[in-house]
């Protein structure tokens, strides 16, 4: 029997003439037309003034740092309830994390947090030199409070967008808030270039300033003369060229991933208790993992995973968040007001299928294991 996936790539047909059309005018370096049309495509899409395009979305990330100055002795801020990806970038520079707690409505960073973080900080003397707000499975956090916040004590927000390309509050894309928005096109995300990523800015200084890092920071003379490290963390013109056939199609992933969340938010009424992150007003999220919270914490949780396997059905709990995590076990965790948030979603918290290309057969098979399994549980519990 075939698996269902929890999120493959989803190819739009045009991916190979850009590719081929690549290899054959042998444009396969990490530059080319590919590479600056998927900038361009991108510019356009998220309405930014400038992008790189980048190998992953975790050099984005540490690009957005580099460029921001921050290094040793530095504290960065950061969304505790994420992918590692997020988080092992402040480590790249020699920086400390510092982890912020999520809200219950979208599951974001807490702007409560944030806040009780940033006066904390402002006692000490000791100001973050940035704050990663996250867009966890493209939901769209409380990004103008806290980027308010950000602007109020003068420290840079860098969006990670990884997940939520496509995503929308009062018009305006997730990831052109921040002074950097980073996107990730790794094979499960909402569009792919197979592995890639790419760093955003409405300055394009801080732009030219991050290829300049991306490229190995070389000067501009004749021969190779450095004085800064760099990196070498450019996209490939052939992984551009998927990415260009990937980008024509994204608001059409978008619409399937949401029309998913919707099936499975209808079918899954009857279920008590269970919930799920919110679209604050003027929003749009892209949906792009389907996550909710099972009122029986973890076991139940673990049981539905286990469940949901024997029927061929990929699913996974919601990530582990970063303060509970043994390598970032000793850098602190903030939060509003005592109470772990981030701990008690990843406790109950799963995510189910959401691939694009998902048909309804197996949306419908999908949400008889996941009623089947929740009714045995039940069952269970009341033998107990
Ligand atoms: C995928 C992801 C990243 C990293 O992107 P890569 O392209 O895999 O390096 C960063 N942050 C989040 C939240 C992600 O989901």
């Known amino acids: 029997m075939k698996q269902i996936p929890l999120s493959i790539p989803h190819l739009s047909g045009q991916e190979a003439r850009y590719v081929?059309?690549?290899?054959?005018?042998?444009?396969?370096a990490p530059l080319g037309p590919n590479v600056e049309a998927f900038e361009a495509g991108m510019r356009a899409y998220t309405k930014?003034?400038?992008?790189?395009?980048?190998?992953?979305?975790?050099?984005?990330?540490h690009l957005a740092l580099a460029t921001l100055g921050v290094t040793t002795?530095?504290?960065?801020?950061?969304?505790?309830?994420?992918?590692?990806?997020?988080?092992?970038?402040?480590?790249?520079?020699?920086?400390?994390?510092?982890?912020?707690?999520s809200e219950e409505e979208t599951w974001n960073m807490s702007p409560a947090a944030l806040r009780r973080a940033m006066i904390q900080a402002a006692t000490r003397g000791r100001l973050p030199k940035a704050v990663i707000v996250v867009h966890l499975y493209g939901v769209v956090a409380k990004i103008e409070e806290l980027s308010a916040i950000c602007a109020e004590y003068d420290v840079p927000l860098i969006e990670d967008a990884a997940e939520s390309l496509g995503s929308t509050i009062n018009g305006r894309m997730t990831g052109t808030f921040g002074t950097f928005g980073i996107y990730s096109f790794n094979g499960n995300k909402i569009i792919t270039t197979s592995s890639g990523g790419m760093l955003v800015a409405n300055d394009p200084h801080l732009i030219e300033r991050a290829f300049y890092?991306?490229?190995?920071?070389?000067?501009?003379?004749?021969?190779?003369?450095?004085?800064?490290?760099?990196?070498?963390?450019?996209?490939?013109?052939?992984?551009?060229?998927?990415?260009?056939?990937?980008?024509?199609?994204?608001?059409?992933?978008?619409?399937?991933?949401?029309?998913?969340?919707?099936?499975y938010t209808r079918a899954f009424d009857m279920l008590d208790a269970t919930q799920y992150q919110a679209e604050i007003e003027g929003s749009r999220a892209n949906r792009w993992l389907t996550a909710l919270t099972l009122?029986?914490?973890?076991?139940?949780?673990?049981?539905?995973?286990?469940r949901l396997q024997?029927?061929?059905?990929?699913?996974?709990?919601?990530?582990?968040?970063?303060?509970?995590?043994?390598?970032?076990?000793?850098?602190?965790?903030?939060?509003?007001?005592?109470?772990?948030v981030s701990g008690r979603l990843f406790a109950e918290g799963l995510c189910l299928p959401s691939a694009s290309q998902m048909t309804f057969t197996e949306q419908a098979l999908v949400i008889r294991s996941v009623r089947q399994g929740i009714v045995e549980d039940v069952r269970r519990n009341v033998r107990l």
Not at 49 to 59: N, P
Not at 81 to 91: E, Q
């Open 20 to 28: 081929t059309e690549a290899l054959e005018t042998n444009w396969v």
């Open 48 to 61: 930014t003034e400038a992008a790189l395009a980048t190998s992953s979305g975790t050099a984005a990330i």
């Open 73 to 101: 002795g530095d504290d960065v801020f950061c969304q505790s309830l994420t992918f590692v990806a997020s988080v092992n970038p402040i480590r790249y520079v020699g920086a400390r994390p510092v982890l912020i707690d």
């Open 213 to 263: 890092l991306s490229t190995q920071a070389r000067q501009p003379v004749l021969h190779y003369e450095h004085t800064e490290v760099g990196f070498n963390y450019r996209m490939s013109n052939v992984s551009a060229g998927i990415g260009r056939g990937q980008l024509e199609v994204i608001e059409d992933r978008v619409a399937a991933r949401r029309k998913i969340f919707q099936r």
């Open 295 to 306: 009122p029986g914490g973890m076991e139940q949780r673990d049981q539905l995973i286990i």
């Open 310 to 340: 024997q029927d061929h059905i990929e699913s996974r709990p919601v990530w582990k968040p970063m303060h509970l995590q043994p390598v970032y076990r000793d850098v602190p965790f903030i939060t509003s007001d005592g109470i772990d």
